[in-house]
């Protein structure tokens, strides 16, 4: 724990100062400056500090950047979700939510009920599979090829008789999703509820979450779920909008 908060340390030495070398930032540590350099090796190799090699001074790297874009990401698609998903969920009185891709599955950042939601159950907050949920499907069939094909390649959990699980059938079925602008999920990771979720672009054109639309089966038949998908849709081109995309 004290390596830790020594690096968080080094890293809000470098953000108040801008740049620093070894020796200072040892004595504001009040460590040798073995020990400081030690640490600046740890972070220069995650990217989060970076040296300028004919001074020797150190400065935070491309790795904060990276670390705090994903941040104001999260914070920003919340923010101006916030309006979309609440008017989505009282048009449709269904549950709304907005998911984005934390490694290997969804999270759900924004939730709001509809007045017709039976259930009290929350998804804010909550880890999905990407294979066996409509936001799931949705982010995993945007990503970089690579990342997506390993992740279909893997052995996937089955959790009701309706999950995909066949790396074939999951291909298939994310080339639709790009095709037609939606994913949807049938009783695939809870029996019972059925999904709907677009895509929702960043300014620069790349998915940066999922908007969805969620009830039981016996409300959201195939016949409504494909009128859900039209106005999800739509909000979904709404929230990217408010994003900078198409700007």
């Known amino acids: 724990m004290q390596s830790v908060d020594r690096a968080v340390s080094v890293l809000e030495i470098l953000a108040r100062h801008g740049e620093a070398g070894v020796t200072e930032i040892a004595d ?5 400056k073995s020990t400081a350099f030690r640490l600046l090796g740890v972070l220069e190799n995650r990217g989060l500090v970076g040296q ?3 001074r020797g001074k150190y400065f935070l790297g491309a790795g904060v950047l990276r670390l705090a874009g994903a941040a104001a990401v999260r914070m920003d698609i919340s923010q101006e979700g916030g309006p979309v998903c609440r008017e989505l969920a009282d048009e449709l009185g269904e549950t709304v939510n907005i998911a984005v891709l934390d490694d290997d599955a969804a999270v759900n950042i924004m939730q709001a009920r509809g007045p017709a939601s039976v259930t009290a159950q ?13 936001s799931g499907k949705v982010l995993l069939a945007h990503l970089p090829t690579p990342l997506r094909e390993g992740l ?3 052995t996937l959990p089955r959790f009701t008789e ?3 699980t066949g790396t074939v059938a999951l291909r298939t079925e ?6 037609r602008g939606y994913a949807t999920a049938f009783e695939e990771l809870e029996v019972g509820l059925a999904a709907v979720a677009a895509p929702v672009r960043g ?12 009830g039981p089966v016996y409300r959201l038949t195939e016949d409504r779920l494909t009128e859900i998908a039209k106005r999800t849709v739509a909000a979904a081109v709404e929230l990217s909008r408010r994003m900078g995309y198409g700007f």
Not at 122 to 134: D, I, M, V, Y
Not at 174 to 179: I, R
């Open 152 to 154: 279909v390649a893997r």
């Open 162 to 164: 309706h999950t995909v």
């Open 52 to 54: 300028a090699k004919d």
């Open 28 to 32: 504001e540590l009040g460590v040798h």
């Open 203 to 214: 300014h620069d054109g790349k998915v940066i979450g999922a908007l969805s639309a969620s």
């Open 174 to 179: 994310l080339g639709t999703v790009t095709e």
């Open 122 to 134: 929350n998804w804010l907050g909550r880890r999905t599979p990407l294979h066996a949920t409509s």
